[in-house]
Nanobody, 113 residues
């Protein structure tokens, strides 16, 4: 199973980016798809989760980020608006398939002040 992220990059404060994640190598649909992030020198933290049409967000991104996806197509997106320098991190896609957790390799998001 592979998770491949795309859409990261460099953006100014207040800008937007849209991350995408595609799962391949399995016919089984994820029960959960999510985004996490890890800033330099910090632990990986939860950002947002998508499961059977339900969504959850970290308090730090509520109102600015929107997660969406399709469990059957095994894709998940993260629309990030009003970006702040503290959003700078490597963003990782996560999927839970038949009780096993999978991670993507990450995509860098850098927000300049």
């Amino acid at each position: 199973v592979q998770l491949v992220e795309s859409g990261g990059g460099l953006v100014q404060t207040g800008g937007s980016l849209r991350l995408s994640c595609v799962t391949s190598g399995t016919i089984d649909s994820p029960t959960i798809m999510a985004w996490y992030r890890q800033a330099p020198g910090k632990q990986r933290e939860f950002v947002a989760r998508f499961s059977s049409g339900n969504t959850n967000y970290a308090d730090s991104v509520k109102g600015r980020f929107t997660i969406s996806g399709d469990n059957i197509k095994k894709t998940v997106f993260l629309q990030m608006n009003s970006l702040k320098p503290e959003d700078t991190a490597v963003y990782y896609c996560y999927a839970r398939i038949l009780g096993t957790s999978y991670w993507g390799q990450g995509t860098q998001v850098t927000v300049s002040s």
